[in-house]
């Protein structure tokens, strides 16, 4: 589904972040992809995502077959590529509803398909709100606006579940979050695994992946994967911490 | 970023067509003859000419103002067409009278001027340059009472309402435009809701500028007597031309006892071209008075076209509880200037305003709101909230707020607050990560910004403002 080679990639003017990734995600898997700050592990969602803030120097990305970086964000996101912001963006004045509709209906328009309206939607909605555990008020609410943190969290979810992408990156989903909205969120990021999707959490600790259980475990360090592993891999790392992979970076790479 | 901003700005006016009709025209200069010879070819009573005589008299001491924040070169004033008429061989009786070219002109603009109005339950009059082309619905209006016609018209068939009314709350000594209309004024609107009567449908207007050098200078009186209700719309559009042209109106409202004004403006005059070339000046006087207790006026406006917008749309508040809204949305893209706001003038007892100004600024536009809010010394318990923002799309657009405040009454109360903000390009990413277009990011994240003021805004109207300022931006993010 998600084939990157050799990926680099700055911020602005500055200096690469991404050194060289090499990452391959099939249908069916979860990929957790970790790594101490400043490792470069939200870059790698922000540039796979199109943030027009990146810039790939180099490498390639395919989704689907497609050339990932020859596209707008908006195509990615029609190709079925969806990723939950770290830092969800407040639109005042815009409902939540009529934002959720209109993403809905441009992937529609991209697939051929016939555009849904409001009532039909407002149907759609309500089988998704549960799985978050919100109710119908915050459909009139402005997009994020006003919204606590883990409101924030679920709202992202929420439009995961509407939108049922293809590919799921959740960026550093679980950082400010309680106990019980990280369940929520996890129960409904679970919910919505089927064989036919693919998701990347990208996380600094362990405790989402309690809830969230891995297929694969990827440890990222000064921009380049340095070990590989299986879900146990997630807990030797919250035992020892990440220094211990720091030394022998360049001979696992 | 700031590049790609900028596309988004380009899309061709599509307004700027110029119609081919022969018109029956005064010649260019100002002076007591032009002002007879539109007087003589409108049949108009003496009255009505001395008034008219009296303001050129006084227009010609005053010096045309200079305190907005926008820059133009000098207008000569008697370089400019005072009176244009469409030539018609006799007065219209019905719709069907109305020149074929005429109506297809206003079919271009998407102007039912026909029986789709019916369906539409809007009742239009169109001025076309200067004079108004056909009223429809009057046999349904008149069987309330209620009329509505040009203002030519009412002179002649009700001049006592409009002896009684002209100039009472814009005098023909207001200002500098606000006298060269009174002096030259071709045509407008006028409606007189009886008492207790509530209009049933949107009234509306249509103003059209089709000859070149042609200043269009209507004048629009309405009043709503005691108990009374109506909600007037009004939208004007203007060919592409590469000279400035002129347009300066006055609009009077007048709301006696428990009587309510709505009055909403969607104002798309030619902007000029990406280089500022050519465009109205927009240069109007609107004023409402609430001249009774418990009485309402509320102004919406959404100013997207227009090369320079000078307009303040204010409320006497003189009847003890009245109120006065002001709901206004202006854009300036390219190199367009807007200095616009409100005068709130609190005058009577327990007496409320309320003000929502939204600002929007692209390509090397300039916006400024220009507000006063008066609480004279009599008005205990007078009541004002301001809420003025700005929204910056790109980095060579400015931004200003010159609000002034004066109470008179240790009893009032008198909010302001103000923001600024850039759109985001955060905002712009999120949504396209959800599958949105820049363009279409960009149109919602201000009509979100907006919502405060369209709401106000009858349905119909509300539609036709977003589009037009998605139209407007159009090419401000690329």
Redesign the interface.
Same mark, same amino acid.
């Given at each position: 589904m998600l084939d990157i080679r050799d990926l680099q990639a700055k911020v602005g003017g500055g200096n690469d972040i991404l050194k060289g990734i090499n990452l391959a995600v099939k249908a069916g898997e979860i990929h957790a992809v970790m790594g101490p700050n400043g490792s470069g592990k939200s870059t790698l969602a922000q540039v796979l !995502? =199109?943030? %027009? *803030?990146y810039e790939v120097t180099g490498g390639s990305a395919t989704f689907d077959g497609r050339d990932l970086f020859g596209m &707008? %964000?908006?195509e990615? *996101? &029609?190709a079925g590529l969806?990723?939950a912001?770290q830092y %969800? #963006?407040?639109? %005042? =004045? #815009?409902s939540n509803a009529?934002? +959720?509709r209109? *993403?809905y209906n441009?992937?529609r328009k !991209?697939h051929g398909e016939e555009e849904v309206d409001p009532l039909e939607f407002l149907d759609i909605m309500e089988r998704n709100l549960a799985l978050v555990d919100m109710d119908q008020s915050m459909l009139q609410r402005?997009v994020n606006a006003g919204f606590s943190g883990g409101e924030k969290k679920r709202n992202e979810i929420l &439009?995961m579940a509407v +939108?049922r992408p293809r590919l799921a990156i959740l960026d550093e989903t679980d950082s400010g979050l309680d106990i019980d909205a990280l369940r929520i969120v996890a129960e409904g990021v679970n919910k919505l695994r089927r064989p036919d999707n693919a998701t990347i959490v990208v996380t600094h600790y362990q405790r989402l992946l309690n809830h969230i259980v891995p297929d694969f475990v990827h440890v990222l360090s000064a921009g380049r994967i340095v070990k590989s592993g299986g879900k146990e891999l997630a807990l030797e790392l919250e035992e020892k911490g990440y220094d211990w992979l720091e030394t022998p970076a360049e001979a696992v790479a | 970023m700031s590049s790609s901003i900028e596309n988004l700005v380009n899309r061709e006016y599509k307004f700027g067509f110029v119609t081919d009709i022969e018109a029956d025209t005064i010649p260019a200069g100002l002076g007591e003859d032009t002002v007879r010879a539109i007087s003589a070819k409108k049949h108009e009573p003496a009255w009505l000419l001395d008034w008219r005589l009296k303001a050129l008299r006084r227009w010609t001491t005053m010096k045309e103002p200079h305190w907005g924040n926008v820059r133009y070169e000098p207008i000569d004033y008697q370089d400019q067409v005072y009176y244009s008429a469409p030539r018609t061989a006799k007065p219209l009786g019905s719709m069907d009278d109305v020149d074929p070219k005429l109506r297809e002109a206003y079919d271009k603009l998407g102007i039912p001027l026909k029986e789709q109005q019916v369906l539409a339950g809007v009742a239009v009059d169109a001025v076309f340059d200067s004079v108004s082309v056909g009223t429809t619905y009057r046999e349904q209006l008149a069987k309330l009472g209620i009329i509505f016609c040009s203002l030519g018209e009412a002179v002649r068939e009700h001049p006592d309402l409009v002896r009684k009314y002209l100039g009472t709350v814009v005098p023909y000594s207001d200002n500098f435009y606000a006298s060269l209309n009174s002096a030259v004024f071709s045509d407008g609107s006028f409606v007189y809701v009886p008492p207790g009567v509530r209009c049933p449908m949107e009234l509306s207007t249509y103003f059209r500028i089709n000859a070149a050098n042609t200043g269009q200078f209507e004048r629009t009186l309405i009043i709503a007597d005691t108990g009374a209700y109506v909600s007037y719309l009004e939208g004007c559009t203007a060919p592409k031309r590469a000279t400035n042209q002129l347009h300066a109106a006055v609009v009077e409202l007048i709301a006696l006892e428990n009587a309510t004004v709505k009055y909403s403006t969607v104002q798309n005059w030619y902007a000029g071209d990406e280089e500022g070339r050519g465009g109205i000046f927009n240069f109007v006087t609107k004023r409402g008075k609430c001249a009774g207790a418990n009485s309402k006026i509320s102004w919406t406006q959404v100013e997207t076209g227009s090369a320079i917008t000078w307009k303040y749309p204010s409320v006497i508040l003189q009847g003890d509880n009245s109120v006065g809204e002001f709901y206004s949305v202006a854009v300036v893209n390219h190199h367009q200037q807007a200095d616009t706001g409100t005068k709130m003038l609190h005058l009577g007892r327990n007496t409320r305003s309320n003000i929502v100004s939204k600002g929007i600024s692209a390509g090397q536009g300039n916006n400024s709101y220009r507000g006063r809010v008066f609480v004279g010394p009599k008005a205990a318990g007078a009541r004002n909230y301001t809420q003025c923002d700005s929204m910056l799309i790109g980095n060579r657009c400015g931004a200003h707020t010159f609000p002034y405040i004066e109470v008179g009454n240790d009893t009032a109360q008198v909010e302001h607050e103000a923001s600024t903000s850039k759109i985001g390009e955060d905002q712009i990413f999120y949504l396209q990560q959800r599958g949105i277009s820049k363009e279409n990011a960009v149109s919602m994240i201000v009509a979100g910004f907006c919502k405060d003021v369209f709401k106000e805004l009858p349905m119909e109207f509300a539609l036709e403002a977003q589009q037009l300022l998605g139209i407007t931006l159009e090419g401000s993010v690329g």
């Amino acid at each position: 589904m998600l084939d990157i080679r050799d990926l680099q990639a700055k911020v602005g003017g500055g200096n690469d972040i991404l050194k060289g990734i090499n990452l391959a995600v099939k249908a069916g898997e979860i990929h957790a992809v970790m790594g101490p700050n400043g490792s470069g592990k939200s870059t790698l969602a922000q540039v796979l !995502a =199109g943030n %027009p *803030a990146y810039e790939v120097t180099g490498g390639s990305a395919t989704f689907d077959g497609r050339d990932l970086f020859g596209m &707008q %964000p908006e195509e990615r *996101a &029609q190709a079925g590529l969806f990723m939950a912001f770290q830092y %969800p #963006v407040e639109i %005042p =004045g #815009v409902s939540n509803a009529y934002f +959720l509709r209109s *993403a809905y209906n441009e992937i529609r328009k !991209a697939h051929g398909e016939e555009e849904v309206d409001p009532l039909e939607f407002l149907d759609i909605m309500e089988r998704n709100l549960a799985l978050v555990d919100m109710d119908q008020s915050m459909l009139q609410r402005s997009v994020n606006a006003g919204f606590s943190g883990g409101e924030k969290k679920r709202n992202e979810i929420l &439009q995961m579940a509407v +939108l049922r992408p293809r590919l799921a990156i959740l960026d550093e989903t679980d950082s400010g979050l309680d106990i019980d909205a990280l369940r929520i969120v996890a129960e409904g990021v679970n919910k919505l695994r089927r064989p036919d999707n693919a998701t990347i959490v990208v996380t600094h600790y362990q405790r989402l992946l309690n809830h969230i259980v891995p297929d694969f475990v990827h440890v990222l360090s000064a921009g380049r994967i340095v070990k590989s592993g299986g879900k146990e891999l997630a807990l030797e790392l919250e035992e020892k911490g990440y220094d211990w992979l720091e030394t022998p970076a360049e001979a696992v790479a | 970023m700031s590049s790609s901003i900028e596309n988004l700005v380009n899309r061709e006016y599509k307004f700027g067509f110029v119609t081919d009709i022969e018109a029956d025209t005064i010649p260019a200069g100002l002076g007591e003859d032009t002002v007879r010879a539109i007087s003589a070819k409108k049949h108009e009573p003496a009255w009505l000419l001395d008034w008219r005589l009296k303001a050129l008299r006084r227009w010609t001491t005053m010096k045309e103002p200079h305190w907005g924040n926008v820059r133009y070169e000098p207008i000569d004033y008697q370089d400019q067409v005072y009176y244009s008429a469409p030539r018609t061989a006799k007065p219209l009786g019905s719709m069907d009278d109305v020149d074929p070219k005429l109506r297809e002109a206003y079919d271009k603009l998407g102007i039912p001027l026909k029986e789709q109005q019916v369906l539409a339950g809007v009742a239009v009059d169109a001025v076309f340059d200067s004079v108004s082309v056909g009223t429809t619905y009057r046999e349904q209006l008149a069987k309330l009472g209620i009329i509505f016609c040009s203002l030519g018209e009412a002179v002649r068939e009700h001049p006592d309402l409009v002896r009684k009314y002209l100039g009472t709350v814009v005098p023909y000594s207001d200002n500098f435009y606000a006298s060269l209309n009174s002096a030259v004024f071709s045509d407008g609107s006028f409606v007189y809701v009886p008492p207790g009567v509530r209009c049933p449908m949107e009234l509306s207007t249509y103003f059209r500028i089709n000859a070149a050098n042609t200043g269009q200078f209507e004048r629009t009186l309405i009043i709503a007597d005691t108990g009374a209700y109506v909600s007037y719309l009004e939208g004007c559009t203007a060919p592409k031309r590469a000279t400035n042209q002129l347009h300066a109106a006055v609009v009077e409202l007048i709301a006696l006892e428990n009587a309510t004004v709505k009055y909403s403006t969607v104002q798309n005059w030619y902007a000029g071209d990406e280089e500022g070339r050519g465009g109205i000046f927009n240069f109007v006087t609107k004023r409402g008075k609430c001249a009774g207790a418990n009485s309402k006026i509320s102004w919406t406006q959404v100013e997207t076209g227009s090369a320079i917008t000078w307009k303040y749309p204010s409320v006497i508040l003189q009847g003890d509880n009245s109120v006065g809204e002001f709901y206004s949305v202006a854009v300036v893209n390219h190199h367009q200037q807007a200095d616009t706001g409100t005068k709130m003038l609190h005058l009577g007892r327990n007496t409320r305003s309320n003000i929502v100004s939204k600002g929007i600024s692209a390509g090397q536009g300039n916006n400024s709101y220009r507000g006063r809010v008066f609480v004279g010394p009599k008005a205990a318990g007078a009541r004002n909230y301001t809420q003025c923002d700005s929204m910056l799309i790109g980095n060579r657009c400015g931004a200003h707020t010159f609000p002034y405040i004066e109470v008179g009454n240790d009893t009032a109360q008198v909010e302001h607050e103000a923001s600024t903000s850039k759109i985001g390009e955060d905002q712009i990413f999120y949504l396209q990560q959800r599958g949105i277009s820049k363009e279409n990011a960009v149109s919602m994240i201000v009509a979100g910004f907006c919502k405060d003021v369209f709401k106000e805004l009858p349905m119909e109207f509300a539609l036709e403002a977003q589009q037009l300022l998605g139209i407007t931006l159009e090419g401000s993010v690329g």
